[in-house]
């Protein structure tokens, strides 16, 4: 009888978990930087096939998780204004700002829209043109794009009702500046496919090159997974240190040249404050000049004001791998993921909703 596939992938984890036990190295410390992948290692038992001693830890790759207080209380303060609909991605809505979350404030009869993309955000400015749109920009490369792209289409269709609070961040400058400062103990990376897809697996070069960490890019099935472990760990019993893809169905070696022409043409390099990490440098995009009428903090006049993260929540220190989440104290006491005291409870792919939903302590 013909294998099937279910056969074939369980054949193809089962041959490359053994490949693992061969050649990972005791006490080997690797860090998803994506929270997709956090998501994934739980949700398939990875853990469970890796040798003893071998860790797997939570990174900074969820743009939920790592736009800070400030930028959420700037989202919630633009739903506040007169004549202003505050468009966002669904999974913003439930995180806490310092005095409510954008949910909260819907309920209490702000214009908070659910959008699927940017493009959403500008065809509401079109229909609606009364009412200033504001759109919620986060992410990293994987969607700043297409944030660039609604602001050109805005600009073409003459739109003077639409700009984007931007709050976009760059993965490879955080990860350099943690590692430059010492914030990341670890000894490979597993790095995102979704972001490769548009920065490439080249850019894990310098990283690789600086830090002398071997970077792989992975997928997010069971396999992909195991697959991006098997080659970090290899590199690391060959005593090579490179940047590799192991996602060639998805990602290239270059990336997406368009999506990064869009995105500069649009955004610049701009310092930015992360959740827990304090401000990077050059880690943030900011609108171009040439783009001001997009711009929300110019059309509509606000900017982020300092806001501390909330009292005892330990995300930075989970987004850095410095603890797991059960160490939290707040972990599944007054954090849970009905009742979330910080973003990564909330965020479907944060290390905390994970850990709260597959890990249960022996
Ligand atoms: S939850 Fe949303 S923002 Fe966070 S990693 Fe997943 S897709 Fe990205
Ligand atoms: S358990 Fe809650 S409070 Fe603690 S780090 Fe995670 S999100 Fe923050």
Redesign the pocket.
């Known amino acids: 009888m013909p294998l099937s596939n279910n056969d074939k992938i369980a054949a193809s984890c089962s041959l490359l978990a053994e490949k693992i036990k061969e050649v990972a190295p005791p006490g080997a410390r690797i860090m998803e930087v994506c929270g997709t992948h956090t998501v994934a290692v739980f949700r398939h038992g990875i853990r469970s096939l890796l040798p003893e001693g071998v860790r797997l830890l939570s990174g900074p790759g969820c743009p939920v998780c790592v736009t800070p207080q400030s930028e959420i209380d700037l989202f919630i303060r633009a739903a506040g204004l007169k004549g202003v609909i505050l468009a966002t991605f669904g999974d913003l809505i439930r995180v806490p700002g310092t005095k409510a979350s954008l949910g909260e404030k819907k309920a209490g009869g702000a214009d908070v829209k659910v959008v699927l993309s940017p493009l959403d955000a500008v065809k509401l400015a079109a229909e609606n043109p009364k009412r200033q749109v504001a759109f919620a920009g986060i992410g990293f490369e994987t969607t700043a794009p297409a944030t660039a792209a609604a602001i050109m289409a805005a600009q073409a269709q003459g739109l003077k009702n639409f700009s984007v609070i931007c709050a976009h961040k760059l993965l490879p400058p955080a990860l350099t500046a943690l590692l430059a400062g010492g914030k990341l103990e670890i000894d490979g990376l597993l790095c995102p496919g979704h972001v490769s897809v548009i920065i490439g697996a080249r850019a894990y070069e310098p990283i690789a090159r600086d830090f002398k960490l071997p970077c792989v890019v992975a997928g997010f099935e069971a396999a992909d997974i195991l697959l991006g472990l098997y080659r970090l760990f290899r590199q690391m019993g060959e005593k090579r240190v490179e940047a590799e893809n192991a996602y060639e169905r998805a990602v290239s070696w270059d990336g997406n040249e368009k999506a990064r022409r869009i995105m500069h043409s649009v955004f610049e390099p701009a310092d930015a404050a992360w959740r827990g990490l304090g401000t990077i440098p050059a880690s943030g995009l900011a609108i171009k000049d040439e783009f001001a009428g997009f711009d929300a903090s110019k059309r509509l006049g606000i900017s982020p004001e300092p806001a501390p993260d909330?009292p005892?929540?330990?995300?930075g220190?989970?987004l850095t791998a410095r603890i797991t989440?059960p160490r939290?104290?707040?972990?599944q006491k007054?954090?849970t993921p009905e009742n979330?005291?910080?973003?990564?409870?909330?965020s479907s792919e944060?290390?905390?909703a994970a850990y709260s939903k597959y890990f249960s302590p022996v």
């Open positions: 909330p005892g929540c330990l995300c220190q989970v989440p939290c104290p707040l972990y007054a954090c979330p005291v910080g973003p990564c409870m909330v944060g290390a905390c």
